[in-house]
Nanobody, 123 residues
Framework: QVQLVESGGGLVQPGGSLRLSCATSGFTLDYYNIGWFRQAPGKGREGVSCMRSSDGRTYYADSVKGRFTISRDGAKNTVYLQMNSLKPEDTAVYYC????????????????WGRGTQVTVSS
């Protein structure tokens, strides 16, 4: 059974950092592209970052480039999203997802999704 479970969310002040984790099971992480997405209240799901399975190449939305870093630990079947210099506009529920086809910031290409973790950036 495929599962993705996010953790690491919480309340942080502007300028602070959080590291999100996405623990995966039921599939071989090396063969799947992993994406991070977020959804703020009243808004659509936005692609934040993805990591390509074939070569580890990473992609980022312009809004997070230079502040967020995606990484993968194959031994732990876990993908991380390090978030630095957080801003109030980063507040959202963050989701990880797995795609067997390609690495993309478009939600439609992803086959499996976690349930999300809340990130709130506020003073």
């Amino acid at each position: 059974q495929v599962q993705l479970v996010e953790s690491g969310g919480g309340l942080v002040q502007p300028g602070g950092s959080l590291r999100l984790s996405c623990a995966t099971s039921g599939f071989t992480l090396d063969y799947y592209n992993i994406g991070w997405f977020r959804q703020a209240p009243g808004k659509g799901r936005e692609g934040v970052s993805c990591m390509r399975s074939s070569d580890g190449r990473t992609y980022y939305a312009d809004s997070v480039k230079g502040r967020f870093t995606i990484s993968r630990d194959g031994a732990k079947n876990t993908v991380y999203l390090q978030m630095n210099s957080l801003k109030p506009e980063d507040t959202a529920v963050y989701y990880c997802a797995a795609s067997g086809s390609r690495c993309s910031l478009a939600p439609s290409v992803y086959d499996y999704w976690g349930r999300g973790t809340q990130v709130t950036v506020s003073s």
